[in-house]
């Protein structure tokens, strides 16, 4: 049984006009996809900005409401109580935002931050409360006396490992990670991938790991969700989308074109392989895409690989 089952998940934005503001059509954002989530595995889901991902991500957790479909947590419907606050789902999934510091009270110190689920859910003495505040700060690589500090004391690299600590206070089994690392240096994000890993492997959690990266997605994840204009356009494990002899949507390929080689003596061969995928994805649009420009339902290369090709 899959820790995370989403069926058919529709998340459509109204559009108004008029002096009424009456609805004249609407986004759909996310258009009818459908995924699972095992215990302890990490999923990718990749796309560009305005794909859809983040937006899926925030529906999971109830920030924005759900058109249509179904959420299935441990086994148990939990469509309707996605929003509860106080609902074992709410304390079973958590997030880490890609922002953190918009995501958190500047005026409060860090002790609050990291407590704040805490007390929400759980009834700790103020010494109990500090001593697990301080086993999380000691998770995540940081000094008890960080506790009684503001964020903007602390780097971009900090604060993300502070969101991480109030992330896993109440020991979730699952975590949406929204481009975690896509603000910081290149040096800070290896680190903090590094503590989401050894999380991972202490606490046994499941990630849902949103990024635009393939490089980063490429390290951490062991199945990926290739999204496109509200769609999924892929999926597979992570040495099939990897594997360049297989059959790949052109969005897909796209994607993989453009992941940085260090090596300089690749540099002109990468040039023209990124040249030629750029051709091909102008040339073969109406191949991979309906005439309305939607995407294919997908369809089913062997066991593990999808791909969104005309039926």
Not at 189 to 212: G, K, P, R, T
């Amino acid at each position: 049984m899959a820790l995370l089952e989403v069926k058919n998940l529709k998340v459509y934005f109204p559009i108004t006009g008029g002096i009424l503001g009456r609805k004249v059509g609407e986004v759909q954002s996310v258009d009818d996809v459908s995924f699972t989530i095992e215990a302890g595995q990490t999923v990718g889901l990749v796309g560009e900005s305005g794909s859809g991902k983040s937006t899926i991500g925030k529906a999971i957790l109830g920030l924005v409401p759900m058109t249509e479909g179904t959420i299935i947590f441990n086994g148990k419907d939990i469509t309707r109580s996605v929003k509860r606050n106080r609902s074992s789902y709410r304390r079973g999934v958590q997030m880490i935002f890609q922002d953190v510091y918009s995501s958190i009270n500047p005026k409060e110190r860090v002790l609050d931050i990291i407590a704040e689920p805490l007390r929400n859910f759980e009834k700790l003495t103020k010494a109990e409360e500090r001593k697990r505040v301080d086993e999380l700060l000691s998770i995540v690589g940081m000094t008890s006396d960080t506790a009684l500090k503001y964020p903007h004391q602390f780097s971009g690299g900090q604060r993300q490992r502070i969101g991480i600590a109030r992330a896993i206070a109440l020991k979730p089994k699952l975590i949406v990670a929204d481009e975690p690392v896509s603000a910081l240096d290149l040096s800070v994000q290896a680190q903090v991938l590094n503590y989401i890993q050894d999380i991972q492997d202490e606490l046994n959690l499941a990630y849902l790991f949103i990024s635009h990266d393939l490089g980063v997605v490429r390290h951490m994840c062991q199945k990926l969700m290739i999204m496109h204009r509200g769609k999924f356009v892929e999926t597979g494990s992570r040495e099939t989308i990897y594997n360049e002899e297989l059959p790949h949507h052109i969005y897909t390929r796209r994607l993989l074109s453009s992941i940085p080689d260090i090596n300089p003596e690749n540099r002109l061969k990468n040039e023209a392989k990124r040249n030629k995928v750029t051709e091909d994805y102008n040339n073969q649009l109406s191949q991979f895409y309906a005439e309305d420009g939607s995407v294919y339902p997908l369809q089913r290369q062997s066991d593990d690989h999808f791909v969104a090709f005309p039926s």
